[in-house]
């Protein structure tokens, strides 16, 4: 997270409506990927799209209350139907693909895709 | 141990019930249909107690405001208590004015009130007979045309359908409950493209969202896609080329999976919409009928770009027997 000087990227991108019109574009395309989108299939396509919200929110540094233990549990589910390296590696490419999509700043993208690729040992519960 | 309080008896949950399976399964009767939270059938007010959040998933501003709640979804967390009251309140009398069939298996009931109901086109209701068994139906009539119009497709074995097409007679007094859903035309961009999709009576809710609609001067290209097994199910197809006579705008399509002809086209509904709206980003969309098919539309259309805020779906989400009940118990009191 950021101090208190340096703005979040959450905050430098343009806050909760840069989020609300960056989870559609990333949800769509998280869909459209038939090697992952069987973990987000749901019948009620508005509960995965707030999930995806407090994703992507998490990951830009917004304002999110998860600590590495309820990452753990939260994708505990998904690692016993088989969650592994290759499916969190292309979450993380359409994650900077949207970004980049709506224009954030190469150096932002990094900023984002590294808080991205430290939460992956509990993801992937390692 | 959560418990509820109804008509000034306690009635204790085990862990993880909801409301609604409590109070049926000690014998108190709940009107319920879907037990999904979509239909409103099982709606209650509680006058004493905190209601969860997922519980008014989806109801009003007015009825929350209120105290009511759907005890379906109503999951009361451990050691918490809850009192509450039908929704008898919220029922309208209404009285079976006629009854026709549209087609050989979709009959068309019309209603009215004493006082007239304030619903959108497309909106739905709740039909309670008046032992308490309840059904939704979507409102195909508008507004201004005074007598409510359902069209109800007959299941074989149907509680609702089945009593509406062999026993009930225009006259027959009923309730109703509601309106509910937000499947309605929203007035404001004229030229912002439409896709309506139905299948069987998905048809009803499209067929008053068209004409609300083109009455408030849409200029916009409507689509209006309503999609059957065979010809047979397709119903309203001279009013609606009729419609789409006078106005140019409108471009209606029947469509079967077998058995199409000149008029009517032949595939799978979406292959068919995608083969005519490649690219519906921008568009706004109404979804109504099967669940599996309002589901995978719902989702093909947000893949090919339309915004979610934008897409309108009432998935006709069957009942649900009641627990315990036994197989050989069918239509009984549900
Ligand atoms: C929001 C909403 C709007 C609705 N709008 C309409 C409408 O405009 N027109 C309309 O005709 N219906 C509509 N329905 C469905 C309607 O509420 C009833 O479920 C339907 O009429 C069957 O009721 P019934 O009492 O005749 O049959 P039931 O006694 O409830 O059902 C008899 C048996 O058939 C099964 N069954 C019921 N429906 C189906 C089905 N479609 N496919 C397979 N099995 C089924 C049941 O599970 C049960 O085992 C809507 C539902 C919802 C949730
Ligand atoms: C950078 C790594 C990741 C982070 C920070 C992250 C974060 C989150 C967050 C915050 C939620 C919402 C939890 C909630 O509110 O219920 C969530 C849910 C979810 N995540 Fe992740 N996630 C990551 C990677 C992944 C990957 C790689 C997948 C699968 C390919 C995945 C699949 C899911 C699913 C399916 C849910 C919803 C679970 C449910 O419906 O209960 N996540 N994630």
């Known amino acids: 997270m950021s101090d208190a000087v340096t703005k979040s990227v959450y905050e430098q991108i343009g806050g909760e409506p840069a989020m609300a019109a960056a989870v559609e574009v990333f949800y769509r395309k998280v869909l459209a990927d038939d090697r992952i989108s069987h973990f987000f299939e749901d019948v009620d396509m508005e509960r995965q799209a707030a999930k995806q919200k407090a994703f992507l929110t998490m990951v830009t540094g917004g304002p999110s209350s998860y600590s590495g233990k309820d990452m753990r549990a939260g994708h505990a589910h998904l690692v016993k139907q088989g969650l592994n390296d290759m499916h969190f590696d292309a979450v993380a490419g359409h994650l900077k693909e949207t970004l980049e999509e709506l224009g954030v700043p190469a150096p932002l993208v990094a900023k984002v895709l590294a808080i991205a690729e430290s939460a992956r040992a509990d993801v992937l519960n390692r | ?334």
């Open chain 2, 1 to 334: 141990m959560a418990k509820v309080k109804h008509e000034s008896s306690w009635y204790p949950l085990e862990p993880g019930e909801s409301v609604l399976e409590g109070l049926l399964r000690q014998g108190v009767s709940v009107p319920n249909s879907c037990r999904a939270g979509a239909c409103q059938s099982c709606l209650m007010k509680a006058v004493g107690g905190a209601v969860p959040e997922a519980a008014r998933v989806g109801l009003k501003d007015t009825l929350v405001a209120q105290g009511y709640f759907l005890a379906c979804t109503c999951r009361l967390p451990e050691g918490t208590e809850l009192e509450v009251a039908g929704a008898e309140g919220l029922r309208v009398p209404a009285r079976i004015s006629a009854l026709s069939p549209l087609s050989r298996d979709v009959l068309k009931v019309s209603l009215v009130t004493d006082a007239p109901l304030d619903y959108r086109a497309g909106q739905y209701v709740s039909l309670v007979r008046e032992d308490g068994l309840a059904r939704s139906y979507s409102l195909a009539s508008l507004p201004r045309e005074g007598v409510l119009e359902l069209h109800v497709r007959l299941i074989t074995g149907g509680a609702m359908s089945g009593w509406l097409a062999s026993e009930a007679r225009p006259g027959a007094r009923v309730f109703l409950q509601g309106p509910a859903g937000s499947c309605f035309y929203v007035p404001g961009r004229p030229e912002q493209p439409l896709l309506l999709a139905g299948t069987g009576t998905g048809l009803a809710p499209l067929y008053g969202i068209v004409r609300d609609a083109l009455e408030a001067g849409h200029s916009g290209p409507i689509w209006l896609f309503h999609g059957a097994r065979t010809p047979a199910g397709l119903y309203l197809r001279e009013e609606l080329r009729g419609l789409a006579e006078r106005h140019p705008q409108l471009h209606y399509r029947p469509c079967v999976l077998e058995g199409g002809t000149r008029d009517i086209a032949e595939g799978p509904l979406d292959v068919l919409i995608r083969a005519e709206c490649p690219k519906p980003v921008g568009w706004r969309a109404w979804l109504c009928g099967d669940p599996q098919l309002v589901l995978s539309l719902r989702k093909k259309l947000f893949l090919s770009g339309l915004s979610l805020k934008d897409l309108h779906a009432d998935s006709f989400l069957p009942s649900v027997p009641q627990a315990g009940a036994s197989p050989t118990d069918t239509a009984g009191a549900r």
